[in-house]
């Protein structure tokens, strides 16, 4: 599954609740209709409180969104599909939602290693968080996806408390519009974890299997930015058997 993302950052004008409001109800129905999107999600920044060892980087965001395609080729067909009409309206509500007319974007290679069981998917207090991460200067992009898609993935899964995980590694960029280059927006992944409750995320978080896995992905990880999202479904078609991770 390939994931387009583009990182939001509010308009200064907007409160958190004006944001939220805008992007739902005006901006997502706007771009809703794009050709060969299976899902699009809204992810609202909730919590930005740091909750990782490792130091943070450069991803500042209020929120990120998710437009869902079956390949690369499908996403840049849905994106060169919009018409005159639907992308001025899009680029004009932009400027009233967001700090700049283009967010930034990555487009993801999503690998889902532990799915969401069915019966917590519309469980009122799960949570969900998100990590974007930065590979250590020293560390090769190729050495990153070795240690993180393999060793780190074993060593996450032995820790308890998650109910969801999925690693999200960048393929794509794009600033201002245009294919931009790992300078100009460095970030290497994003990881996904969900979990029941909050028991459940403390209990993540406090456990030695959590210490070990810090330790490992310190030496490959140079920054991680993390945040607790509130998810919205805009688009989701059944054939596509759901988002959920």
């Not at 007319?101 to 949570?127: A, K, T």
């Not at 899964?157 to 294919?179: S, T």
Request: glycine residues 6%; hydrophobic residues 40%; contains cysteine.
């Amino acid at each position: 599954m390939i994931v387009r993302c583009g990182l939001l950052k509010k308009n200064d004008n907007l409160t958190d609740e004006q944001f939220a409001e805008h992007w739902l109800n005006v901006h997502g129905p706007i771009v809703a209709d794009m050709k060969n999107v299976r899902a699009y999600k809204q992810n609202v920044v909730i919590d930005r409180e740091h909750r990782h060892p490792i130091g943070g980087g450069s991803v500042d965001i209020d929120g990120f969104s998710e437009m869902h395609f079956d390949d690369f080729t499908a996403m840049l067909d849905g994106v060169s599909s919009m018409d005159q009409k639907t992308g001025n309206a899009m680029l004009e509500d932009a400027e009233k939602l967001l700090s700049k007319r283009l967010c930034d974007i990555v487009v993801f290679d999503r690998r889902v290693v532990r799915e969401v069981p069915e019966y917590l998917r519309n469980c009122d207090d799960m949570i969900h968080r998100v990590a974007f991460i930065r590979r250590s200067e020293n560390v090769s992009a190729a050495e990153f996806q070795r240690e993180w898609c393999y060793a780190h993935a074993k060593l996450v899964e032995a820790c308890p408390g998650h109910a969801g995980y999925a690693q999200n590694l960048v393929m794509a960029r794009y600033v201002d519009g245009k294919p931009a280059t790992y300078d100009e927006l460095p970030v290497d992944a994003m990881v996904e974890f969900y979990f029941e409750n909050w028991d459940a995320f403390n209990c993540f978080y406090a456990s030695e299997e959590f210490k070990r896995l810090s330790a490992h992905g310190a030496g490959f990880i140079g920054s991680i930015d993390t945040y607790l999202v509130r998810s919205h479904t805009v688009v989701e078609h059944p054939s596509d058997g759901g988002y959920w991770l």
